[in-house]
């Protein structure tokens, strides 16, 4: 006798039907932390320029003091020279299209999907373009401010990397040695770098932190007498730098200066108070919060409306102000 199952007859299995439920699964979203850090300016509207000039007065010195004489008027006088940093505002913008008939029958609410992703995608797009102008600006830095865990710097940064990429994850992990060197560049006499709310601040990825940790010296967020005080993304401090931990790394192969994603050689960077800045447009969204612009309306070139675009815009850029409050540290982790 034949036995009717979900399957037999086929018929049977043309009446069994998918039940779709309208819980999403998580997705993997990125922890970006760069832009916290950034000093901003606006550019003012109506203004005939697409550039924001940053000025820096000149360091405090002692050449131009003299001792004076009685009745004899001073004859040297000082300057105060002033140096700039220009950044040229880029747009940037994203946009999704979305037809009439599936905003009628789908599941999800495609067009709130949609403007959820792409936000995602603007804080990515912008981190990338913070930490793709810090690399970039510091390559080949012959001053100390670009350091290779367990390579000492000799002042040619290929060399150096050449070095670090034939070393051994166990000989070029991220230790407190190696990053004690990037403070004392920042903190060094010739440099003085400003600190952040009285410390220096390292942007470190999570496979660097394995190895950090694992210091008998580290000293956990959570032990802070003020806790309140913690950065986002904060997870300790040692020896004067407070680390963020972020997801979105400036990662290498065996090629210096070239991003590639399966790399073993990931950058630390290290700040000083003024590193960088984001300047944008007066009156324009924040290049990681940008205003979203909905168009649901018929027009010309949509008589019967049967679509709908989303998408957002923004015109900003960063730069690096003063690559002295700078330092990179290049290094391979234990983690495996």
Same mark, same amino acid.
């Given at each position: 006798m034949a036995t009717t199952t979900t399957s037999n007859p086929a018929s049977q299995a043309d009446k069994i039907q998918k039940h779709f439920s309208k819980k999403l699964l998580a997705h993997a979203?990125?922890?970006?932390q760069l832009s916290q850090f950034a000093v901003e300016g606006e550019l003012p509207k109506n203004m005939g320029a697409n550039t924001v000039r940053y000025f820096r007065r000149r360091v405090a010195k002692t050449s131009d003091i003299v001792k004076l004489s009685q009745g004899i008027p001073i004859s040297t006088f000082t300057e105060v020279n002033m140096e700039h940093v220009d950044i040229v505002? /880029?747009?940037?913008?994203?946009?999704?299209? @979305?037809?009439?008939?599936?905003?009628?029958? /789908?599941?999800?609410n495609m067009l709130q999907q949609n403007i959820e992703a792409m936000g995602e995608d603007c804080a990515l797009h912008s981190d990338e373009i913070i930490r793709n102008v810090i690399i970039s600006d510091?390559?080949?830095? /012959?001053?100390?401010?670009?350091?290779?865990?367990? @390579?000492?710097?000799?002042? /040619?940064?290929?060399?150096?990397?050449?070095?670090l990429a034939a070393a051994t994850a166990s000989a070029s992990k991220f230790t407190r040695l190696a990053a004690l060197g990037c403070k004392t560049q920042l903190a060094h006499h010739t440099v003085r770098a400003p600190k952040i709310s009285g410390k220096y601040v390292a942007l470190i990825t999570s496979i660097n932190t394995h190895d950090l940790v694992q210091d008998d010296d580290w000293l956990e967020a959570a032990k802070y007498?003020?806790?309140?005080?913690?950065?986002?993304?904060?997870?300790?401090?040692?020896?004067g730098v407070r680390y963020i931990e972020h997801?979105?790394?400036? @990662?290498?192969?065996?090629?210096?200066?070239?991003?590639a994603a399966g790399g073993a050689i990931t950058s630390t960077m290290f700040l000083g108070r003024g590193a960088f800045g984001c300047p944008k447009l007066a009156g324009s969204k924040s290049p990681?919060?940008?205003q979203?612009?909905?168009?649901?309306?018929a027009d010309k070139s949509d008589p019967?409306?049967?679509?709908?675009?989303?998408?957002?815009?923004?015109?900003?850029?960063?730069?690096?102000?003063?690559?002295?409050?700078?330092?990179v540290l290049r290094s391979k982790s234990t983690f495996a």
């Open positions: 979203e990125f922890n970006l505002l /880029d747009q940037f913008g994203e946009a999704a299209k @979305i037809t009439d008939i599936v905003t009628m029958t /789908d599941l999800f510091m390559l080949n830095s /012959d001053n100390g401010h670009e350091r290779f865990a367990g @390579i000492t710097p000799t002042g /040619d940064s290929s060399a150096d990397f050449a070095s007498s003020n806790p309140k005080a913690l950065y986002k993304g904060e997870i300790g401090e040692l020896d997801d979105n790394p400036f @990662i290498e192969d065996d090629t210096y200066g070239t991003y990681w919060k940008p979203v612009i909905v168009n649901d309306k019967l409306n049967q679509f709908i675009t989303a998408g957002w815009k923004s015109y900003w850029n960063a730069a690096v102000l003063n690559p002295k409050f700078l330092c």
